[in-house]
């Protein structure tokens, strides 16, 4: 094994890892966290697996990256909902790394892929992109109408470092999921909601709120909790934040099993809602849970610190606040 040091990450470095496996003892013969360089000369194949605790997933099902985990961006659903650029793509960021080839390398196929093991093939398909490689038109497999893509910390087929990030790279920033195979949705685990204390806008005084658990195996930022919300315009036990504003704006927080509360959060008001894309969200006596993409941050990179951004903002989809913890 050798780790290349990528520079110009300012604070941080961000560490490539190259493994040479023997395809003898693995089907993966190449490190999940290699670099887009070229295009593929065949069809993409994608595969379901267990991968504990999120249970099924789409992962690259044949090849040199057979194994390797697939991920979708939530802000990536702005490019169908309005015609916006791909929030991964090769634009700048402070990271000085492209997102589609290098931070989350695009999944391309040459072709209509292939599915695997476990795969429902009426929702593999593909979206054609010319911001990957310079301008050529390549084509980028999607499930359920979401492109895929590998981690760059994900070295090996067994580890799943961009499960649930809340990624303030992308542009806008979104929220990276595993893939659940049945219908494409975010696998999401258990969720878990907490206390944290923040400084309100970043330099105010520090509250202690709810938060959410995210970024549950990132290596340099592992069990990060944000501050999460309720509008008070849901009512009923909905959301009326659905498109664009789930996508862009308030990230609504998932779940894939009944939400765990941490100290000092009641488990009995913790509940789900189906919302109307079928996936389910965390409530909080009965008030449906969002995390601000402007509290989104990674200790260590620049862009910023821990903050309370959202508190009191007047949206179209209601004044979002906070939650105090118990008294």
Known sequence: MRRIIVGGLLAATVAITVL???????AQSSSCADPVTSAPTGPATVSAVTKAPFGKVLVVGAGAYAGCSLYLL???????????????????????????????????????????????????????????LSGRSVQQVTYAGQPLYRFVFDESSDEIEGANLFD?????????YLVDPSRGHPATGRAQVQLETAPVGGTGSDETVLAATMNNDFSLFPDASFPVYTSNADTGHTSVCQGECAAAHWAPVLTSQRPQAGPGVDQNALGIIVRDDGTHQVTYNGQPLYLFYGDAYIDGLPYGTARIDGAGLSTPWGVFNTIPPLP
């Open 168 to 176: 303030p790279v992308t542009s806008p920033p979104g929220t990276w």
């Open 74 to 132: 939530t802000s990536d659903q702005l490019h169908a909902l309005s015609g916006a650029d791909f929030a991964c793509s090769d634009n700048a960021n402070a990271l000085g790394l492209p997102c589609d080839t290098v931070l989350w390398p695009a999944l391309l196929t040459d072709g209509a892929p292939i599915a695997g093991s476990g795969v429902n093939p009426t929702l593999l398909g593909t979206v054609t992109r010319t911001d990957v």
């Open 20 to 26: 040479q496996f023997s395809p003898a003892a693995d």
